[in-house]
């Protein structure tokens, strides 16, 4: 009987191939990263186990939790997700932009709304988005490192629209101006904006 078991640093699970266990070996198949803790799966029947409240059991906060804020898995042997609601949106933003959502809404706390329009309720849709530049990570998910802010989703597709250009967001902002007229509060508007520019610059220099 072969007792060998996986190579990987704190992994006792049974041998399968090339000195790992199945699932190590099958992260190397498709080059997944071999340090991340594995998951492993939970018992035939351990889905449908609800409490005496008849809550589920959320395998990522590892609490009981309401059904009714699990999202719909047709796959999965209660037709629910293993993971509650906030977990998977929560994993969905580590994911996507390497940041947690506790640092999400610090980082909203912090600005106290959207960053662009000011508003302390999501625009546009019914949640929050996190901005980043897609100069430096162009595709879905980033490095974590280019997330710039939170915005509402108005102002996050607005910037979408214009591809970050400040020529385009210039001329837009000219272009209303222009047919709007220029009107006293119009000047005063201006007045603020330089203020704030000469102030930014001044930070900027003393980094």
């Not at 492993?40 to 059904?67: M, Q």
């Not at 999965?76 to 997700?81: G, I, P, V």
Request: net charge positive; hydrophobic share 25%.
């Amino acid at each position: 009987m072969n007792n060998q078991t996986c190579t990987i640093n704190d992994c006792e699970r049974p041998h399968y191939a090339k000195g790992l266990c199945n699932a190590h070996w099958q992260r190397m198949q498709y080059a997944k990263k071999m340090d991340r803790p594995i998951r492993y799966n939970r018992p035939n029947g351990e889905a449908k186990v609800r409490n005496e409240k008849n809550e589920k059991f959320c395998i990522n906060c590892k609490l009981w939790v309401p059904e009714k804020d699990f999202y719909i898995n047709p796959q999965s042997a209660d037709k629910l997700q293993p993971y509650c609601n906030h977990c998977q949106s929560s994993r969905g933003i580590v994911k996507k932009y390497g940041i947690t959502k506790f640092e999400m809404q610090s980082m909203l706390k912090k600005q106290g709304g959207c960053e662009i329009c000011g508003s302390k309720t999501p625009q546009g849709d019914t949640r929050w988005h996190v901005d980043h530049d897609h100069s430096c990570c162009p595709s879905v998910n980033t490095c974590g490192a280019c997330v710039r802010g939170i915005l509402c989703g108005f102002c996050n597709r607005a910037l979408g629209q214009f591809f970050d250009s400040l020529e385009n967001l210039s001329n837009a902002r000219n272009y209303i101006l222009k047919y709007k007229g220029l009107k006293g509060d119009s000047i005063e508007d201006l007045q603020k904006a330089r203020f704030y520019i000469s102030d930014e610059l001044e930070r900027l220099s003393n980094d």
